[in-house]
């Protein structure tokens, strides 16, 4: 006989956008959560966010408990991720019920007390709004209005095992003091301890980086660790990297890299769906394999969409212009779109929303990003390897082909910490490098890997013009040039080889 | 109109809530003579009151009449602490 382990904890569907993945389905339906987390983590966004989801989404009404901001300001704060609260109240799909600290003298305490005024109008909101939705936020306030932590912590489990009973399921946040310590002030962990959020914020290498951790979910699962979200204009997006599955289809349709001579290099052209890297030191043409990528696609009426992180967008045009490719034409076709920006204006979470929200609307059939090294500067070097895996799990899921750019530190040779990165991630790595050769700096170009097809193996020089890039023949003379080491007289061997078996030789 | 206007503010009929009542009432008949009008408000039965008012705990005594408003939380067992709080005092000394 088999017994299935079974989940016998239903799950609610919160609506905040990557929750729904780490959580398995959502928040334990019925119970409450404990979401921690230190000053400026956005607990609050959270807990509203729960709530203005579920009504706008899964029209399941709400009521949002504050013991810390005015109801007004939640309101006032709220509007800017466009969640029109005041709107919600009007229609009495949301109530507020108003714990925060009132202006005026403290109330004097004369003899026992409990919280029952509270209580009641909670339950008096969750049955005026038929709530399925309750938030509680944060309740760390509430032992600053009342000195008595224990009767305060007893009568919010009172209030905790209230919200059990009335099958609301509550979001409860509270502080934290350090970002990996206790769980909460106060010991309120102790009174809704069976499912528990922590929201960090936390300073690595001069940046800030959100994450998101279940910590635990008794008695139902839930993708374990730290994942990295973002606030956006539409609220709190989590990065379910944990979440990412390998299925996606692989498909045999090549499609043109703008270049004949690349395209033969690589047996006819990239994968539809295959993530390539080109790298190479400052200079040796990596701008110009993007751009004629995109050139490739726009020319066989294929979306193509750049993002370019090093140049302006005046400087890339007149560089395509330079190689005989008119970008401005192509935008006004809207075949291309290209985007520029500084890697600085945003952390790298907010570029890769950006990105894949950019990829969505646009939807084009191939994407090049100029250069991923750029975007390194800004990232710590967790969050960029949690980028790339993202980034390119979401581009194969689109069938879409990939074209990254990364920068070798080192003039001649060498390779960069962002391709160790990425190296096993991609499945073509095309190298791009400068090859001395009798006091002339000479390009040279191999496709180094390309993962189900045949490639060529030969190290062949390109020459830049007007036209774009042309390649030619290998260096049959030159050893050593990935390593940064070139090294001749290999020619007069290979001479001699050659004639061994000339029959015009004496 | 009345000199005083209390609100009590009690969750049912538990013991708390019943000293709490008998407390004030004591406090009233020794300080105040007539001059007072008390509302007893069971948040069970009136929560939107308690909504209006932000009660969050109870027996909660709020003197909304004379000004200033003053709120004081407890079953009202330490009597000196209420008739203080409620400037009962100082306003009879004044009289």
Known sequence: MNILLQDHISKLKTGIEGFDHIGKGGLPEGRTTLVAGSAGSAKTVFAAQFIVMGISQYNQNGVFVTFEESPSDIKRNMLGFGWDIATMEAENKLAFVDASPQPGEQPLISGDYDLGGLLARIENAISKTGAKRVSLDSIGAIFSQFSDAILIRRELYRIATALKNLNVTAVITAERISEYGPIAKFGVEEFVADNVIILRNVLEEEKRRRTIEILKFRGTNHQKGECPFTITSEGIVIIPLSAIELKQKSSNIRITSGSKELDDMCSGGFFRDSIILASGATGTGKTLMATEFMAGGAANNEKSLLFAFEESREQLFRNATGWGIDFEKMEQEQILKVICEYPEVTSLEDHLIQIKSTINKFKPVRVAIDSLSALERVSTLKSFREFIIDLTSFIKQREIAGLFTSTSPALMGGTSITEGHISTITDSIILLRYVETFGEMRRGITVLKMRGSKHDKEIREFIIDETGMHIGKPFRDVTGIISGNPQHGIKTDLDRFDNLFNPNNP | ?95
């Open chain 2, 1 to 95: 109109m009345k000199k005083y206007l209390l609100k009590l503010f009690i969750t049912g009929k538990t013991s708390r809530s019943e000293a709490a009542i008998s407390n004030l009432k004591q406090i009233c008949s020794e300080n105040l003579n007539e001059e007072y009008d008390l509302l007893v408000i069971d948040v069970l039965d009136n929560p939107q009151l308690a909504d209006d008012e932000k009660v969050l705990a109870t027996p909660t005594l709020i003197k909304e009449l004379p000004p200033p408003l003053r709120r004081i939380i407890g079953d009202l067992s330490e009597k000196e602490k209420v008739i203080k709080g409620l400037e009962l005092k100082k306003i009879n000394e004044q009289e």
